[in-house]
C-alpha cells in the first residue's frame, strides 16, 4: 500500500513537470505519463541489476586477490625457511663437521634452486599477461618433439613405474606451425603432472588427432588420481591447489598448468581438460597445421 501511494505521489510529480515543461494550454495524458514512468522503472532496475553484478565481480576478485596473495606467500616460505634453518645450524657451529656441512649446503642449493624456480615461472607468466612474451613460429615435426620429451622424463616415468609413451604408432609426420620451445614447455608441463599424480603401475600416453586441414588435436592422458569435477574449473590459476592441505607432491613451482594455458592462448589455440576422480584425466590441446607449401 505504501509503495502503491509512493509510486501514484512521484506519478504526479512527474505529470506536473511534464505539464510545466509543455506549451501553454497542452497537457500530458496520464498514458504518456505511465509509459515515461514505466520506462524509467525499467532503467532503475537495470542499473540496480548492473551495480549488483559489479559488486560481486568486485567481491569475487578480492577473494581471489586475497587467495593468490596466501598461496604466493606458501609457495615462497617454504623454501625461505628450509634454506633460513639450514644456514642458521651451520653458523651456530654444525660448519665445523665436514658432512654435516656438505649435508646442509645441499640442502640449501636445493632450497636456492626452488625459489629460483618459482621466481622465473612468475616472471615467464607476467610477461606472457602484459604482452612482453610473444611467441616465434616455425613448422616442426611435433611426433619428434614429443619423443624429445619421453627421453627428457624417461628417468622419472620409471621412478614413478608409470609407463610412458603414444598411444600407438605414428608412421607419418605431423607437421605443425608454432613456437616449438614453448610447445615443448607445454608438453613437458602437462607430462610431469601427468606422471606426479598417476598411480602405480599406471600409463601416461600420447595421442595425435587431425582434426581438419588447418588444426590437429594433442592429447596427454592417464589412468591417475583424476580430479573432481568442481576443481576443473580453476585448474589453470596460479598456485590453485586441489589438494587443500597445502602438500604439493614431486615439489614444482604449481605454476606449470598456468604456463601451459598462457602458452596456448599466445598461440590462439584451444586447451581443454577432461576428469573423473578416480579413473585419470585427458589434456589435450589444438595446434594449426603447417601449409604443405612450407
Known amino acids: 500500500m505504501i509503495n502503491f501511494r509512493i509510486e501514484r505521489f512521484i506519478l504526479n510529480k512527474i505529470k506536473g513537470i511534464y505539464n510545466d515543461l509543455s506549451p501553454s494550454g497542452v497537457s500530458m495524458s496520464q498514458q504518456i505519463v505511465q509509459s515515461d514512468m514505466e520506462a524509467l522503472r525499467e532503467s532503475v532496475k537495470k542499473f540496480a541489476d548492473d551495480k549488483k553484478l559489479e559488486i560481486e565481480t568486485l567481491k569475487e576478485k578480492e577473494d581471489y586477490r586475497k587467495e593468490f596473495i596466501g598461496n604466493i606467500s606458501h609457495e615462497l616460505k617454504t623454501p625461505l625457511f628450509t634454506i633460513q634453518g639450514y644456514v642458521l645450524t651451520l653458523l651456530e657451529g654444525a660448519i665445523r663437521d665436514k658432512k654435516v656441512r656438505e649435508k646442509y649446503l645441499k640442502r640449501t642449493a636445493k632450497g636456492v634452486d626452488r625459489l629460483i624456480y618459482v621466481v622465473k615461472?612468475?616472471?615467464?607468466?607476467?610477461?606472457?599477461?602484459s604482452g612482453i612474451k610473444t611467441i616465434e613460429r616455425t613448422n616442426f615435426d611435433i611426433n619428434e618433439v614429443i619423443e624429445n620429451v619421453f627421453d627428457l622424463l624417461e628417468m622419472q616415468a620409471i621412478?614413478?613405474?608409470?609407463?610412458?609413451?603414444?598411444?600407438?604408432e605414428y608412421p607419418h609426420s605431423f607437421l605443425v606451425f608454432a613456437d616449438e620451445e614453448r610447445i615443448q614447455q607445454v608438453l613437458t608441463n602437462l607430462i610431469v603432472n601427468s606422471l606426479k599424480y598417476g598411480i602405480k603401475n599406471g600409463k601416461t600416453e600420447v595421442s595425435l588427432e587431425v582434426l581438419n586441414k588447418e588444426k590437429i588435436l594433442v592429447k596427454i592422458s592417464d589412468n591417475g588420481e583424476g580430479i573432481e569435477e568442481e576443481h576443473l574449473p580453476r585448474l589453470f590459476e596460479r598456485?590453485?591447489?586441489?589438494?587443500?592441505?597445502?602438500?604439493?607432491?614431486?615439489?614444482?613451482?604449481?605454476?606449470?598448468?598456468?604456463?601451459?594455458?598462457?602458452?596456448?592462448?599466445?598461440?590462439?589455440?584451444?586447451?581443454?581438460?577432461e576428469s573423473k576422480l578416480g579413473s585419470g584425466s585427458e589434456f589435450s590441446f589444438t595446434l594449426q597445421r603447417a601449409s604443405k607449401g612450407a
Do not use: M, P
Not at 615461472?121 to 599477461?129: A, H, S, V
Not at 621412478?159 to 600407438?168: A, E, M, P, Q
Not at 614431486?250 to 584451444?270: D, F, N
Open 121 to 129: 615461472d612468475l616472471d615467464l607468466i607476467t610477461q606472457f599477461e
Open 239 to 273: 598456485f590453485y591447489r586441489v589438494d587443500k592441505s597445502g602438500n604439493r607432491k614431486a615439489g614444482g613451482s604449481g605454476l606449470g598448468l598456468s604456463i601451459v594455458k598462457h602458452i596456448i592462448e599466445a598461440h590462439q589455440e584451444k586447451l581443454l581438460v
Open 159 to 168: 621412478k614413478n613405474k608409470i609407463s610412458l609413451g603414444f598411444d600407438r
